[in-house]
């Protein structure tokens, strides 16, 4: 049962939490338990049983495991259903505490890797962006792709090599999900190894940067993150508020997109207090209608190469379509090779042998409307599109501890370089790989 969406029951523990931060009372995860619930294959009878509890979901595709969070009182129902499950975090609370934001640690220069040993605040954020600029001064500017809803800028950096700007596009989007801090840390990390490198004079990185612009922007959705970081840290959404009254805010940046928004009803919801909340129209949002203008400046310019949304957790290499599990694309063919070359450079260059399953959204993990990887590619017409979901499978899910940062952003590095050497069609002809999609621009 791939795609499952979740009912109003599962998110009750999220909605109720929405509603009482409304008043901006801090959220405690003290007591809070998360549980891997086993499903064997028949997640039906699982999902029959959890009915009777109230519960968050962390996971959507639920074919063999059911990711949960359980508050305190609801521990003693879900012990009488003898489930069979492993402890990812005995108390929440906890390891949130563990995780806290250390911005004393860092001693405000980008030239070295402390940055990456903790996790910072929205501000420490962007002064490190101003930092890596400052260390490339020539090849790079600060730049916005607009503001959030609550008027905080989408700041990122573009960098480009010799012979200045104006070549084919490299676009990472990271943050989308508040919750999700690894993904801001990936990115700042292939933002410093690009200028480090590049002026170190490494062959690839120089080769990769004089070819292509890169276009990084860590945290596409500041409100949610800042969110996070005072009040709510499993929040998802951004913090739009509801409509019609709603008491619930925030909408799915990544269910909002303007291709594929309504395709399918098991992509998103239409309900204000899901984590996966879609909106009342197709790009509703302030931060998704900058991010859009900037992709399609891009299609417009030179075109978009690559583009690369980050998240967390599951260990995935994603490539369109998600909105149905069906419809292949016709350059599946090349991004799946691409995706397999560039697990298994992380598998090699990872202590931890870090394993990444890759395939069509949809078919491989969930089906999802509105979601940015799809219209890119389609809108955006860029040559690959992918999502990736980082490190990990399930031992901390999105309470990534501090210690695991820097292996989980250093083992992406090759996987990039290795993908960048691979955007030239020339590497899939004569292989029977390369196909053009025609009409790929046509209402879904």
């Known amino acids: 049962m791939r795609g499952f969406r979740l009912s109003s029951i599962l998110t009750t523990v999220a909605v109720g939490a929405s509603a009482a931060l409304t008043n901006g009372r801090s959220f405690s995860y003290d007591g809070y338990k998360v549980f891997r ?3 064997h294959a028949q997640p039906s009878v699982v999902q029959e049983k959890l009915s009777n509890i109230t519960f968050e979901q962390w996971n959507h595709d639920v074919h063999s495991h059911i990711d949960i969070v ?30 806290s934001v250390h911005s004393s640690l860092w001693k405000r220069q980008a030239g070295g890797l402390s940055w990456f040993d903790s996790y910072h605040d929205y501000q420490d954020h ?9 260390l490339f001064p020539d090849n790079s500017e600060i730049i916005s792709s607009g503001s959030s809803y609550e008027n905080r800028s989408l700041n990122g950096i573009h960098l480009w090599g010799a012979g200045g700007p104006g070549k084919p596009a490299v676009l990472y989007h990271g943050t989308v999900h508040a919750r999700e801090w690894i993904s801001a840390a990936t990115t700042e990390y292939l933002t410093y190894k690009l200028v480090t490198e590049y002026k170190a004079g490494d062959r690839a990185t ?9 276009y990084i922007i860590p945290i596409v959705n500041p ?49 204000p207090c899901s984590q996966t909340y879609k909106g009342e129209r197709p790009s509703d949002t302030p931060e998704n209608q900058g991010l859009d203008r900037l992709v399609r400046r891009l299609r417009d310019g030179a075109g978009i190469k690559l583009y690369i949304d980050w998240h967390s957790y599951g260990q995935y290499i994603l490539s369109p379509f998600g909105y149905k599990e069906t419809l292949y694309a016709p350059e599946l063919g090349k ?4 995706a397999q070359y560039v697990s298994d450079a992380i598998r090699d260059s990872s202590a931890a042998l870090t394993t990444f399953t890759f395939g069509p959204s949809g078919a491989t993990l969930y089906t999802t409307t509105g ?43 090759p996987g990039q370089k290795v993908l960048w050497t691979l955007l030239d069609e020339e590497f899939f002809d004569g292989v029977g790989l390369l196909r053009r999609l025609d009409g790929r621009q046509s209402t879904p």
């Not at 120089?206 to 890169?214: I, P, V, W």
């Not at 991004?335 to 691409?338: F, H, I, N, R, V």
């Not at 599109?385 to 989980?408: C, Q």
Request: proline share 6%; hydrophobic share 35%.
């Open 37 to 39: 619930v086993k499903t």
């Open 70 to 99: 359980l508050a305190p009182d609801q521990l003693p129902g879900f012990a009488e259903l003898d489930l069979e499950y492993d402890i990812m975090h005995d108390d929440l609370g906890g390891s949130i505490a563990a995780e």
């Open 126 to 134: 962007i002064q490190y962006l101003q930092s890596l600029h400052d």
């Open 206 to 214: 120089r080769a990769a940067l004089d070819k292509y612009d890169f």
């Open 223 to 271: 409100d949610g993150f800042v969110y996070t970081q005072t009040t709510q840290r499993l929040w998802r959404k951004n913090r739009q508020p509801g409509p019609n009254g709603s008491t619930c805010y925030g909408r799915d940046i990544n269910r909002n997109w303007e291709f594929a928004w309504d395709a399918n009803p098991l992509g998103a919801s239409t309900n």
């Open 335 to 338: 991004w799946t090779k691409a």
């Open 371 to 413: 979601a940015a990887p799809d219209h890119v590619y389609s809108i955006g017409r860029a040559d690959f599109s992918y999502t990736i979901e980082l490190r990990d499978i399930g031992k901390h899910g999105f309470v990534l501890p501090p210690e695991l940062i820097r292996p989980t952003v250093e083992e992406q590095w």
